[in-house]
């Protein structure tokens, strides 16, 4: 069985964003950008099936920001292959259809039994890659999928449903799974396995030329968040402070 892993990049969220000059995105110049966590699940799912069934897993990513840090890691955790997609530009947000699409064209000339990605991303929670991909591909796909078990040529998915409820059903292979969560979680590679991925294994390139023929979202304007003003400090004893957070209450007529 060979399995592709989708991944991408983000920006940290743990950095202070800002917007760019003309208003269109962040300010990518000066952020860390880090793998996506529902794409680490999905790695994690796909390197589990490696362990209980001997598959191959390739790895493969859009040339992003910080990109080759990623796909060295996910080589140290026990991928098998790794290919970085160019022929775009490297610092640009890819929207989610160009993205399905690069994947999809270079899927197109692989063998492969299952493609897994993450269920979506925090730079914009679409959620349409897998289903997007599997169109693209007319194959069967599955999003939310939070269990994966091989039964012969077919899979038996379990997917997260509305009001705690969990769906089951079976896919024939080849298929697209959006992950949303794998069944342990991701593993640790450390910096030394890293180095000597880095140092033993390569990231193989390919050029993949798009013509985008569907619809593209744009983004014609970003607003950082207004400012409302800051916090209230209240001071002295439990019973004073009570009565002054019910007369602030009171006095917006939240009470």
């Known amino acids: 069985m060979h399995i592709v892993v989708a991944m991408r990049q983000l920006a940290d969220l743990v950095e202070e964003l800002e917007v760019n000059g003309d208003g269109t ?4 110049d000066f952020v860390k950008f880090v793998s996506n966590e529902w794409d680490e699940a999905a790695l994690e799912e796909a390197l589990t099936i490696k362990d209980e069934s001997a598959a191959s897993v390739t790895v493969v990513a859009l040339d992003e920001p910080d990109v080759d840090q990623t796909l060295y890691a996910a ?10 997609l160019t022929g775009h ?9 160009e993205r399905a699409q690069r994947i999809a064209s270079f899927l197109a000339h692989e063998e492969f039994d299952l493609v897994l990605t993450g269920v979506q991303a925090a730079d914009d929670l679409d959620g349409q890659l897998a ?30 449903l509305g009001g705690g409820l969990v769906g089951v059903s079976e896919l024939e292979l080849p298929a697209v799974l959006g992950v949303q969560a794998a069944r342990q979680a991701p593993r640790y590679a450390s910096i030394t396995r890293i180095r000597q991925a880095m140092q033993t294994q390569k990231i193989e390139e390919q050029e993949v030329p798009l013509e985008v023929t569907t619809p593209q979202v744009t983004v014609r304007r970003l607003y950082p968040p207004e400012k409302q003003g800051g916090a209230t400090m209240l001071t002295g004893s439990a019973k004073d402070v009570a009565t002054e957070i019910v007369n602030i209450l009171r006095s917006k007529g939240l009470v």
């Open 25 to 28: 995105d962040i300010d990518r």
């Open 75 to 84: 080589l140290a955790k026990g991928a098998d292959r790794a290919v970085k």
């Open 131 to 160: 289903g997007i991909l599997g169109s693209t591909l007319d194959i069967p796909h599955a999003a939310v999928v939070v269990g994966v078990e091989l039964t012969g040529s077919s899979l038996r998915v379990a997917q997260e």
């Open 89 to 97: 530009d490297p610092s640009a947000w890819v929207r989610t259809r």
